[in-house]
């Protein structure tokens, strides 16, 4: 059986894979002026998504704290 430790190294795992997800989003769309706009609109909604995630994973790594 796995610790608490364990669990918390995962989620702080996934949180930086999120971080750089949305880093990589918000470039995309910064750069992406010229793309067509339901390509922007899908960009988007993955880029509020994965904020949403990665608020939820800061939160479950406070509590295990």
């Known amino acids: 059986m796995r610790g608490r430790s364990w669990i ?8 930086r894979q999120v971080r750089a997800r949305i880093a990589e ?3 995309n769309l910064t750069a992406a002026s010229a793309q067509n706009r ?3 609109h899908e960009a988007g909604h993955e880029l509020r998504n994965a904020k ?3 608020e939820r994973l800061e939160e479950c790594i406070a509590a295990m704290r």
């Open 25 to 27: 989003l918000e470039r």
């Open 8 to 15: 918390k190294a995962l989620r702080q795992d996934e949180a």
């Open 52 to 54: 949403f995630r990665l």
């Open 38 to 40: 339901q390509r922007r």
